[in-house]
């Protein structure tokens, strides 16, 4: 009968994860895939610095049972931390590491890695790899609603780590290797139901569309699987796009493919495209310009403008201006560039003819993989200094007229690695508005790493590498102050948030979530 | 090839296990006759083992059927040289046993189970379903893929006779004298993580705690009325997250 009271507990309101909120974060919380809405990953958090590094001690490791490869980059809230894992979503205790609830996506289909989660509200959101959006209440995982927003059956599947924008959830799709048309959908948060759609490949007839020859837009690809940005002042969300399919062979798309391989700025209202930017125009190289878009305001020539910056996977590091698209500035940010002569004063490329590849195979600077690619780049404003993970690779890219079919594995061919020549990976730090190497840490390894970066006020970086260590670096120097080795190959960035006035760093590797903070004597 | 030929014509090589409610019904006829006495009315087990869980549940529906027809040669499990179509009746009861809810047939009025759900019932006073309900009791959106109709009917009469990983009753008194009551998602020597009837989680360290009280005893009531019982259970059995598409053996 003690239980009657609790039966009776009236159902008072939970604290609300505000868009307010997340315009703030990070700070003691990280409350999107990148920590803020600028995809800085830059926190105001100061309390590990170059001086004390050395003192970080593991505090906690969480085993996901069945995970082989987590992505995700996790979401933390008031002491929970948020971590996903293909079609499942864990909540655990931020400062203990123990698991507090468990929700897994009963009957999805797909078993595509997943990237992480939304918060707003009292309600935490992921995909599944057959493109359900998934509304959790926060604390409990009690499902509120599961809503397909794009069709598995009809070839479609997903890993982004959705971004919530205003009262929507703004999702989008995988499909630049098989043949689908990308999306970015805004979800309204409280019902589920699409507000909006922006197709990334335009219908026949629309502008854009003669940049295609006779090709079906729905089997263009530009897919928008990974996090946008997003401006509240501009009432902007920018949204990256990957490549045309088939990816490797162009001669049935003549033009330039729009809007793959771009940016586009779309009204967060609407989804009204307001400008958009190609970075890689006809792409027969698979370089998604996927990259994080990181959002900077500085005095650009000695004008105070509000940029955009990219390390695009082509090898180009490029600075835009983000309220008209306008180009303004690019430079190589990788040694092994060869597929162009450079780019004119409106950032386009001029092709190298003997790069594109044919059917016996040619090698093209910077591989396949890129000179960087999803795992985040951070930038510290006290710095001036974009931290990014490089890759110096070269390719065999071989093509194939064959006629493509969507969803048959068929990407226009593919490519091989030169056994003589692996690849190199280089933590750089970049003049985020030049573009000029300022340091560089070398990375030895395998070279399968997919981890980025967080950047901190107290001075440090903390870095994936290629060895399967978390390391931190000073953000000034690139001067090594500590590293552990997890074990794992990494495929995830780390976040860092402070519970009970202590600073965390936690990094998913391969099947479990590491978390670490300053050495404090036991029972503090 | 004469064997070939006899493998190929085999009548339980062939045959298909009957999806048919009337074959389940008869198949639980002859289920009671002949095989209750060692593996229970409801296949808990007694004299021979449960057919809800352990090897007997992993069986495929061919080897199933094979054992029931042909015994297990040095254990008390005999042979049931039956027609085969009856053979795949008990087979096809067998299945139902442990098959999720919304695979099987059920009873009942699942509209008036609903109304007994939100309504004089008060489940949602604990429970969710799709968002509808409130907490902390087990989310129930998905419940009839989770579960057979007997774990359905067991969560309902006799709610302590299993309590759900991370639903023990829990009350905390913290050290300055605040009370924490709900269930306990975990806990360990160090920390506990505790939902209160308002759906508030609660991260609480031991060292905050002056004392922490586990129950095994379930928060739920009963529910005593057969016939709410079988209205909820209907109504419970259909309830998915998304089109139940079946699992194959």
């Known amino acids: 009968m003690k239980w009657a009271s609790l039966l009776m507990f009236p159902l008072l309101s939970m604290a609300q994860v505000t868009p307010a909120a997340i315009a703030k974060s990070p700070n003691e919380d990280w409350l999107t895939y990148n920590g803020d809405y600028a995809a800085t990953r830059h926190s105001p958090l100061r309390q590990i610095t170059p001086l004390n590094a050395k003192s970080l001690v593991a505090k906690w490791v969480f085993r996901v049972d069945g995970a082989k490869k987590l992505e995700a980059s996790p979401i933390v809230y008031d002491g929970l931390m948020y971590v996903t894992n293909t079609n499942e979503m864990y909540a655990l205790d931020a400062l203990s590491g123990r698991k507090v609830w468990y929700y897994r996506a009963a009957g999805a289909k797909g078993t595509r890695v997943n990237r992480g989660t939304a918060i707003l509200g009292d309600r935490v959101y992921f995909v599944t790899a057959d493109c359900h959006l ?171 403008r509000k940029l955009l910056v990219q390390a695009n996977r082509n090898g180009f590091y490029y600075v835009l201006d983000r309220v008209t698209g306008e180009f303004l500035h690019a430079r190589p940010f990788v040694k092994k560039l060869d597929w162009t002569t450079g780019l004119d004063d409106k950032g386009r490329p001029q092709v190298i003819e003997s790069k594109i590849p044919t059917p016996a195979g040619t090698k093209v600077c910077p591989s396949v993989r890129g000179a960087s690619n999803w795992m985040s780049p951070s930038f510290n404003p006290a710095t001036g200094l974009l931290y990014v993970v490089t890759l110096e690779q070269c390719d065999i890219i071989v093509a194939s007229a064959k006629e493509p079919v969507p969803a048959s594995g068929f990407r226009g061919t593919g490519n091989e690695g030169i056994p003589t020549e692996p690849g190199k990976f280089y933590l750089r730090a970049l003049d985020v508005l030049s573009g000029e190497l300022k340091w560089e840490y070398p990375m030895p390894g395998p070279g399968v790493m997919w981890a980025g970066t967080v950047s901190t006020a107290g001075g440090v970086v903390f870095s994936g590498d290629d060895d399967g260590n978390l390391v931190a670096v000073d953000a000034r120097t690139g001067k090594d102050l500590w590293h552990f080795s997890m074990g794992h190959s990494l495929f995830a960035s780390p976040v860092t948030y402070m519970v009970d006035g202590r600073q965390y760093v936690s990094i998913a590797a391969e099947s479990a979530v590491f978390t670490f903070g300053l050495f404090a004597p036991a029972g503090q | 090839m004469r064997f070939l030929i006899l493998v190929l014509t085999a009548p339980w090589a062939i045959a298909q296990m009957p999806t048919a409610p009337e074959a389940v019904t008869a198949g639980g006829q002859l289920y009671m006759g002949s095989c209750s006495g060692c593996h229970g009315k409801t296949g808990e087990g007694s004299q021979g083992p449960s057919l809800l869980s352990g090897r007997a549940s992993r069986l495929g529906d061919r080897a199933l059927f094979g054992v029931i027809r042909n015994g297990l040669p040095g254990t008390s499990m005999p042979d049931f040289p039956l027609a085969n179509e009856k053979v795949w009746q008990i087979t096809a009861f067998v299945r139902s046993l442990t098959a999720p809810a919304i695979s099987a047939n059920v009873g009942g009025d699942a509209a008036r189970g609903r109304a007994f759900f939100f309504g004089e019932g008060k489940c949602s006073g604990c429970h969710m379903i799709m968002g509808e309900g409130g907490y902390p009791g087990p989310d129930l959106s998905n419940i009839g893929a989770e579960r057979t109709v007997h774990q359905l009917r067991e969560s309902i009469a006799k709610p302590s006779a299993r309590i759900g990983d991370g639903y023990r009753g829990a009350t905390a008194t913290l050290r300055g004298g605040r009370v924490v009551r709900g269930v306990a998602k975990n806990f360990n020597n160090y920390s506990v993580q505790i939902v209160d009837g308002g759906g508030r989680l609660h991260l609480l360290r031991r060292s905050e705690l002056a004392g922490l009280e586990l129950t095994d005893e379930s928060m739920m009531p009963a529910v005593s009325n057969g016939d709410a019982v079988t209205d909820l259970i209907a109504f419970l059995a259909r309830r998915t997250t998304r089109p139940y598409e079946g699992e194959s053996r």
């Open chain 1, 134 to 304: 998934v509304a959790l209440n926060r604390m409990t995982g009690n499902l509120i609603f599961d809503v397909e927003y794009a069709s598995f059956a009809g070839g479609y599947t997903t890993s982004i780590a959705p971004l919530a924008v205003k009262n929507g959830i703004l999702v989008g799709v995988a499909g630049g290797g098989s043949g689908q048309r990308g999306f970015v959908a805004a979800i309204n948060a409280e019902t589920g139901k699409e507000m909006w759609r922006f197709w990334t490949v335009p219908a026949k007839g629309e502008p854009g569309s003669e940049t295609w020859g006779n090709f079906p837009a729905e089997m263009g690809g530009a897919p928008t699987w990974t996090t946008g940005s997003y401006d509240a002042a501009l009432n902007t969300v920018y949204w990256p796009t990957g490549n045309p399919w088939p990816d490797f062979y162009g001669g049935r798309r003549p033009g330039d493919n729009l809007y793959s391989d771009s940016v586009v700025a779309l009204d967060a209202d609407t989804g009204k495209m307001k400008w958009h930017f190609q970075f890689t125009p006809h792409d027969v190289w698979d370089w998604d310009a996927n990259e994080n878009l990181v959002l900077v305001d500085a005095v650009f020539r000695g004008k105070p």
